[in-house]
């Protein structure tokens, strides 16, 4: 009894932990996609108007969109909204389709896990470096820290994911 107990407030505990990530997660995405609409706004105005584009808004643009790409990517995963290509999924007895999720929720966890790590030895080395973009001089690193952490946050949705696909049975 005890052991279900804490077995059941600990998995609350880390639905809660999810439900606050993604909240945090959809905020930051908010906040870039506003931002992008509101430079890129700035920009044509101050350029066409005025004769003044802003300073270093092509190299802002391009962080903010890297960082909107990985800010998104948990999101994505969580709510399983990628791309997929059913082609025979509808055509094969549901064991098998279960065995194809399965496989598929692996694959996917094994990839993004070695993006996250190939993320996080590039960010150690754009830090080492002092990688900053050309105009602005703004570090690189940050942005590949957070793209390592997105991957790896989408890699433990993934593994969630298989874990019931193969709790369901092949």
Known sequence: MIGSNNSSGGASRVRSLAKLIELGLGICCALLLAGLT??????????YWFNAPVRGAFEITQLMLGALVFTALPLTTSRKEHVEVDM???????????VMKGIAWSVSTVTLVILSWRLAAHAERLMEDGAVTNALDIPLAPLAWVAAVSALLSAGYTFVFFKKAFRRGF
Do not use: A
Not at 39 to 47: K, P
Not at 88 to 98: F, K, R
């Open 88 to 98: 025979i999924y509808g055509m094969v007895p549901p064991v098998m389709q279960s």
């Open 38 to 47: 509101g430079l890129t706004v700035v920009d044509v105005v101050g350029r």
